[in-house]
């Protein structure tokens, strides 16, 4: 299964805003409901993400018909990585250290964010480095 390399773009930019505001208000429920989409992304499949069914149905008609797409499962491992992070910054908020759900929360932000802005998907390296040592 292949996705459209322009959603998970999206996604990316969309999760970058959220982890900001998370990080500015360090409002739990923000979080909560970023990890909530992460967990989505992870289970479901990028594409039938919140993120992923906003471009679909509103973003990408407007852009056109893909050119270019990437592998489903990259992606997908990725949303679980931001899931991981999430619930350790839900942790830290929620429970304590507060600098543990700071931290979580920038990680998954700089991840985001190189996403965002470059293309480059950190989680999704993660997993093909994996894939290649498991493969040898």
């Not at 996604?11 to 998370?22: G, N, P």
């Amino acid at each position: 299964m292949r996705v459209d390399i322009r959603g998970t773009r999206f996604a990316a930019s969309v999760t970058t805003a959220v982890l900001a505001a998370v990080l500015v208000t360090g409002s739990f429920r923000l979080l909560a409901a970023q990890a909530l989409v992460f967990a989505a992304g992870a289970l479901l499949g990028v594409g039938r993400s919140p993120y992923g069914l906003v471009f679909r149905t509103l973003v990408g008609p407007r852009l056109g018909p893909p050119v270019e797409f990437e592998a489903a499962g990259p992606p997908r491992f990725a949303q679980g990585v931001g899931l991981v992070f999430a619930l350790a910054g839900l942790v830290g908020y929620g429970a304590g250290p507060l600098w543990l759900g700071t931290a979580a929360v920038a990680c998954a932000l700089a991840a985001a964010f190189l996403n965002a802005a470059f293309g480059y998907c950190l989680g999704c390296e993660v997993y093909l480095a994996l894939r290649r040592a498991t493969a040898s």
